[in-house]
């Protein structure tokens, strides 16, 4: 089975606080994903990558940034955290032309 | 902008009920429509879909599509308390791997 791992399954942070939250897959998928999830909102992709050091905007980009050095990790960073950024953050991968995705756990992130 | 919509939010049955769960979609380039069931943690593929009028079947669940409606149903039978989740719709355009989600609903079976 395929397997998408975020490091951390729960994080607190300051406001302002830099911080990264790791996705690793161990299928060699060429496609990760970062969505957050919010009730009433639904899954919202903030960023996407195609392959190693390529990254595309999703549609909520805003305060985030990724990095993609390896093809199988994908690091979703918030260069300043701020309170509005508390959420559940999914990542994903599949490969191309894959049928669906497959999910990591999802870190659930407070920023007090 | 693609959109999915999902109804009801949130629904609450007694375990042996029957449910639909409701997705409409509008996409540019429509490829595939995606159930995805989540519990506590990952959300959990269930069925895609890419014809009308073709039904999907797992179990006691099911689901088809209808693309000159522009939506989808997922059907659950003789409902179990396992079946306690957010069910999510996706849509998927061609040209693009992207999802779009709709906003999920959230099923309650009391035993």
């Known amino acids: 089975d395929v397997k998408v791992t975020q490091s951390s399954r729960y994080l607190v942070k300051r406001t302002g606080e830099k911080v990264f939250l790791e996705c690793v897959q161990d299928m060699d998928h060429e496609n990760m994903f970062w969505y957050r999830q919010d009730p009433g909102l639904g899954l919202r992709l903030i960023y996407f990558s195609y392959d190693v050091k390529m990254k595309e905007k999703g549609d909520i980009p805003e305060g985030y940034s990724v990095s993609r050095e390896k093809k199988e990790r994908f690091s979703l960073i918030l260069e300043s955290a701020s309170t509005n950024q508390t959420s559940m953050y999914l990542c994903a991968s599949s490969f191309e032309g894959a049928k669906f995705y497959t999910f990591g756990s999802g870190t659930r992130l407070t920023v007090v | ?111």
């Not at chain 2, 429509?33 to 895609?48: I, S, V």
Request: proline share 3%; charged share 25%; with cysteine.
């Open chain 2, 1 to 111: 902008e693609d959109k999915v919509v999902q109804s009801p939010l949130s629904l609450v049955v007694h375990e042996g009920d029957t449910v639909t769960l409701n997705c409409s979609y509008e996409v540019t380039n429509f490829r595939s429509l995606l159930w995805y069931k989540q519990e506590k943690k990952a959300p959990t593929f269930l069925f895609m879909l890419t014809s009308s009028g073709i039904e999907k079947k797992s179990g006691r669940l099911s689901s088809i599509l209808d693309k000159k409606e522009l939506f989808s149903i997922l059907n659950i039978t003789a409902t179990q308390t396992g079946d306690s989740a957010v069910y999510l719709c996706a849509s998927r355009d061609f040209g693009n791997e992207k999802l779009t989600f709709g906003t999920g609903t959230r099923l309650t079976i009391i035993p």
